[in-house]
């Protein structure tokens, strides 16, 4: 389900990928988990989105969201990060988070079956819950001191 700890994984992969499309893709696919638990009511929670194959419609559905504002985003990214804003770029960077999303899902969701079509889940178990948390608590810390340490605005006066 929805946690802060998807955002860890992405957030340390941004300085070389668009901060909003790796931030938003990591998250975007707990809609699905969401959507079945409270408003259809059912199981299993993660579906067909939760898969590699799946997640390419997540990524495109996250390019959808961000390219309208990709001006507004990218003034203030160029302040902070100095990213790109191409459909490439925002696709990359979306599909990355949101493969991490499904991978760090993997280890640890029964209901997972990431390389759908195809059933079963080879990475179920292979971490342990309290182990996939603190690597994507640990990275998500990496990643937040590489995005002070590196910001373009660091140093300058406002």
Request: hydrophobic share 50%; charged share 15%.
């Amino acid at each position: 389900m929805l946690t802060p700890f998807h955002l860890g994984p992405g957030l340390i992969l941004t300085k070389y990928f668009n901060f909003f499309g790796v931030m938003i893709g990591s998250i975007i696919l707990d809609l699905e988990p969401f959507y079945n638990l409270f408003i259809k009511k059912s199981y299993p929670l993660h579906g067909p989105f939760h898969s590699f194959l799946g997640g390419i419609l997540g990524a495109l559905f996250t390019v959808l969201l961000i390219f309208p504002f990709k001006d507004k985003l990218k003034k203030w990214s160029n302040k902070y990060l100095k990213q790109s804003f191409t459909i490439k770029a925002l696709f990359s960077s979306a599909l990355l988070g949101v493969w991490v999303h499904i991978l760090f899902d993997s280890f640890i969701n029964i209901d997972m079956i990431p390389f759908w079509p195809l059933k079963g889940n080879p990475f179920l178990g292979l971490i342990s819950l309290e182990i996939t948390y603190s690597i994507a608590l640990v990275m998500g810390l990496i990643g937040a001191l590489v995005l002070v340490i590196s910001s373009p605005s660091r140093g300058k006066e406002n």
